[in-house]
């Protein structure tokens, strides 16, 4: 069973429409939980940490489900800047900070 | 806006040859990484440093790879002896002390092994 797991997409939303991106994880013992974006052969960038009590920032907002091991990224308002690699990725262990990296979901926002 | 800054961006080199890749952490970081991409795949965790000591690798960081912190300000990866399945993009990250967990990576540096 893959650690991170992400729909590989694509995703193509006309400008202006919100899409909701999920990703599951399989270690229960995960403790922190981001998304990064990644554009085509850049560095990840972080987009935002995951909070248990989920969390917004503009635009953005993820959602921690610990119980179904499952996080989710809502995008509202999608601009053409938004096109992009969504990455999910995962803090494992207590005291180890190796992070683990979904495959990544494909988002392509269209004028 | 504070970055990770890698060198060079890209990498040619000869099957059997030794490489360095080279990274300067954001600089009140005290936790460095270095990650790896596969074009077409995900992004692999390889190994973290702290303190001048590896903290944690993975199965991948093999005797062919070694980190080194040597001054103040840089952090390197060497990989001894190159195969062709270590061309990939190669990421270096950095971290705050023990509250932030947050990585912000560097550019990557791409490396093709021929």
């Known amino acids: 069973r893959k650690e991170v797991e992400q729909d590989p997409g694509p995703f193509n939303v006309p400008e202006g429409a919100t899409v909701a991106f999920n990703c599951t994880y399989s270690n229960s013992a995960s403790q922190s939980f981001f998304w990064y974006r990644q554009d085509c052969r850049k560095e990840p960038k972080l987009l935002m940490s995951?909070?248990?009590s989920g969390n917004e920032d503009g635009r953005f907002t993820a959602q921690l489900n610990r119980a179904s091991q499952y996080i989710s990224l809502l995008i509202r308002d999608s601009k053409l800047s938004d096109s992009a690699t969504y990455l999910c990725v995962v803090n494992d262990l207590t005291g180890r900070r190796a992070l683990t990296f979904g495959s990544g979901t494909r988002l392509q926002v269209q004028p | 806006e504070p970055e990770v800054t890698q060198t060079p961006s890209h990498q040619v080199t000869q099957m059997g040859q030794e490489v360095i890749l080279r990274c300067v952490p954001i600089s009140n970081h005290l936790y460095f990484y270095w990650y790896r991409q596969i074009l077409g795949q995900k992004v692999e965790f390889l190994v973290s440093?702290?303190?001048?000591?590896?903290?944690?690798k993975s199965e991948i960081f093999d005797d062919q790879f070694s980190v080194e912190r040597p001054d103040g300000s840089n952090f390197t990866l060497k990989i001894r002896s190159t195969k062709l399945e270590d061309s990939a993009m190669y990421f270096c990250?950095?971290?705050?002390?023990?509250?932030?967990?947050?990585?912000?990576f560097g550019p990557g540096t791409r490396l093709t092994v021929t």
């Open positions: 995951v909070y248990s």
């Open positions: 440093f702290y303190n001048n000591e590896i903290s944690e």
């Open positions: 990250a950095s971290s705050e002390g023990q509250g932030g967990r947050e990585q912000y």
